[in-house]
Each structure stands twice: as structure tokens, then as C-alpha cells.
């Protein structure tokens, strides 16, 4: 009976190149049935039936560790919103449970947490079938100890940071190479720095490559270049986390839906009040045959000339208004992120700052050229603007300073 429960279940792993699926065999371990092609979730076919688990990839999301001064379970979850909601990040409360927070490391005082934020899943992020349970692809791949993995999602390296076993950040990168070049070393050595900041240092004794290629694959500049020599070996199978997440972004289409009925149902109450007030005007128009009648009609016409002239003008000034008001564009927001990355007592001052739909431009200059690299690496580092890929040269020299010009775009979904 057990043996038919566990075959019954399968997996959905992002791969190298696409979404892979992995069907449980009776003895309890996962077999790849279906390689990685389809890079839209939506289009995979065929999928096996029984419990279906979905790994979401590492890019879908934002890891926030944080060490809370608290062994107190019933508070994490209040600990961990307040950290994320400090960082300026808020997940959709539309779109279902988009958010949890896993133990990493507890004493009598303080708990290391790992609180992690989806981001809404996207038209065709999704299969047909809503899958039974969500989860994280770098939960789904344990080492053990403190240890560094590395390996691809969708023809970009990503990398997990491990403590003790247990995940404790992970990061998606853009970088495509063939091998790891120094661009992913130089994320790795900024990711285990800012993990030092806030108290969670980790000395890796184990390096884990998994390339594409496997065994016959090339660590690159990881070869040693965190002071521990990288393994390379194919990507251990995926495994089912002892405790799955509470994800479930499957909510999502359920609020469409429900958005949808109500819509509907709008719409047929509009339509019987059109039929309603039609039938009345048919009766007003048998009756009234003079001509008082036919000024009033016009003066109807009229007023709903006016009617309609109000209506667009209300319209274009929410227009107006959208970049305030609609949060897929809340340059207020971007504008408080940029304001708080510059440092403080550093004489920086920005002189233009050009928020628009296809990206940022900020101008500006400072009486050292210090202050302007420790700007652009807040911007760069900064979870809010973590979507923008940013392009900041150095400054240049003037007789009033340095000046800098700074330009973000959002990234080429390829």
C-alpha cells in the first residue's frame, strides 16, 4: 500500500534548460521521465498523474536570512514580515501565500530564520495542473555541513549557501557561461559578505559544482577561489523536503477566477438594466409624439455628450495619475530606495533622477569619488531594485567633484 502511495508521486524540477520532470519510483527515489526543453511551465505536457510537487527556481524568488532574538516559534512568522517589510519588499496579498521562513539554527536566545518571498507567478509560470504542494529547488538538493552549491536554472548559474545542512541563502545570477567565470565568484565573495554583516558568517568547508555536463564539467574561477577546491559532479537527483513549504501560489488563479465571476456577473446586471431602461424609452418614445418630446430627446443627447466628455476626462487624469497610483510602475517607491542608498554625511547629492516604465536615470555628483561607489553598490545590492540591471561607469572627475551617471533597465526575459 505504502509502495503505491510514494510511485504515485512526482516532481517538477527547473533543469539547466527548462523544466524537468522526475516520476518516485517504488523504493522511494526520483527518476528524471522528462528533460529539461520547455522553459514555460504552462506548455509541459503529458504531466504524470497522483501528487504533483513544483520546485519553483531560484530566481522566482528572494532569499532573507536574518537572525531573530527569539526561540519563540509562535513569533517567526511576525519576525520575519517585519524583516522583509525593512527591506522594502511586500508580496502580492492577491496572490495567495507567496511567502515562508524555514529554521536554520536555534540556542536558548536567538534563531538563524530564512525567510523567503515569491514573486507572482506570471501568465504560463504555472502548469495546467495545479501541483498538490510547492516548494524550493535549492531545498530539494541537501549537502551536508557548511557548504557552497552551484549549479544552472535556465542557462543561468545559481548558488546556495549552506549552513549545518541547511539552506541558508540562495541567489540567482546572469551569468551564462559555459563554466563559472569570476562574475559569479565576485556574487559568491559579496553574498558570504553580507551574510557576515548580520552575524550569519560561513566558512565553507565544501565546494559543490554541478554542471550541465556533469563529471566532465569545469569548476572554473571556483576551482579554488573561495580557499576550499571545488567538487564537480553531475546534480544529485531532487528529493522531497522532509517539511514542504507552506507556499501556494495556486491562489492565483483561484482570485482570477473569482475576479472573473464577479465580472460576469457585473455584466449581466449592467445588461438587464440596459434592457430595463431601453424598454421604458421604447414606451416613452409610442406615447410622446409631439414636439416637446423631441427637444427633450435631444437635450438627452445632449447631456450625454457631456456625459461621455466627463467621463474620458476622468479617465486621462487617472492616467495621469498612474505612475503614483499603480504599483506596476511605483516610481515613489524606486525614489525611496534610490534616496536611501546614498550615504549619509558623504556630500552626495543627485541632481536628475528619470523613472519610467523602461528603466531609471539618475545624475548627480559628490565631492569624492567614494561616496559614488559605495552608492552604486547599494543600488546594485538593494532586494527592491534587485529586477533592474544596472550599468554604473565610474565617476568622472570636474573641477566641482565627481560627477556620475547612472542608468538601470529591466533585464531581457530570453
Not at 28 to 55: K, W
Not at 59 to 67: D, H, I, S, T, Y
Request: aromatic residues 6%.
Amino acid at each position: 500500500m505504502s509502495k503505491k502511495k510514494t510511485s504515485d508521486r512526482s516532481l517538477l524540477v527547473p533543469g539547466a534548460s527548462g523544466w524537468e520532470v522526475w516520476k518516485q519510483e517504488a523504493e522511494g527515489g526520483f527518476t528524471r521521465i522528462v528533460d529539461g526543453e520547455v522553459s514555460r511551465a504552462i506548455e509541459i505536457e503529458n504531466l504524470p498523474g497522483g501528487q504533483l510537487t513544483m520546485l519553483f527556481p531560484v530566481r522566482a524568488m528572494q532569499a532573507l536570512p536574518f537572525r531573530a532574538a527569539s526561540s519563540d516559534d509562535s513569533l517567526f512568522d511576525d519576525l520575519a514580515q517585519m524583516h522583509a517589510e525593512r527591506l522594502g519588499i511586500r508580496p502580492d496579498p492577491m496572490a495567495g501565500q507567496l511567502s515562508d521562513r524555514f529554521v536554520v539554527d536555534s540556542d536558548d536566545e536567538s534563531t538563524t530564520l530564512l525567510h523567503v518571498v515569491l514573486r507572482s507567478p506570471g501568465e504560463g509560470d504555472l502548469p495546467l495542473r495545479t501541483p498538490n504542494a510547492f516548494d524550493l529547488s535549492a531545498r530539494a538538493f541537501p549537502v551536508d555541513g557548511d557548504a557552497v552549491t552551484v549549479w544552472k536554472e535556465f542557462d543561468r548559474w545559481v548558488f546556495a549557501i549552506h549552513s549545518g545542512g541547511k539552506l541558508l541563502y540562495c541567489q540567482a545570477t546572469p551569468q551564462d557561461e559555459t563554466v563559472p567565470g569570476a562574475a559569479l565568484l565576485r556574487e559568491l565573495h559579496l553574498a558570504l559578505g553580507q551574510l557576515a554583516i548580520q552575524g550569519l558568517r560561513v566558512e565553507p568547508a565544501a565546494v559543490h559544482v554541478w554542471p550541465p555536463e556533469g563529471e566532465l564539467g569545469e569548476a572554473g574561477a571556483l576551482e579554488d577561489g573561495l580557499g576550499v577546491k571545488a567538487r564537480v559532479a553531475s546534480r544529485p537527483d531532487p528529493v522531497v523536503p522532509e517539511k514542504v513549504s507552506q507556499l501556494l501560489p495556486a491562489d492565483v488563479r483561484a482570485a482570477r477566477r473569482a475576479r472573473q465571476e464577479r465580472n460576469r456577473n457585473l455584466a449581466l446586471v449592467a445588461a438587464a438594466v440596459v434592457v430595463y431602461l431601453g424598454l421604458i424609452g421604447w414606451m416613452v418614445f409610442g406615447m410622446v409624439q409631439d414636439l416637446r418630446k423631441r427637444n427633450r430627446l435631444a437635450k438627452l443627447a445632449d447631456g450625454r455628450e457631456d456625459v461621455v466628455l466627463r467621463y474620458q476626462t476622468h479617465v486621462g487624469r487617472w492616467d495621469e495619475l498612474a505612475p503614483v497610483v499603480d504599483l506596476n510602475q511605483y516610481p515613489v517607491e524606486q525614489l525611496l530606495q534610490i534616496a536611501n542608498a546614498i550615504p549619509r554625511n558623504s556630500g552626495l547629492r543627485l541632481e536628475n533622477v528619470d523613472i519610467n516604465q523602461a528603466g531609471i536615470q539618475i545624475s548627480g555628483n559628490a565631492p569624492q569619488a567614494a561616496p559614488v561607489s559605495s552608492f552604486s553598490l547599494a543600488l546594485e545590492k538593494n532586494p527592491a531594485l534587485r529586477t533592474l540591471d544596472w550599468e554604473t561607469p565610474p565617476a568622472t572627475n570636474t573641477s566641482k567633484g565627481w560627477d556620475f551617471r547612472f542608468k538601470a533597465q529591466l533585464p531581457q526575459v530570453q
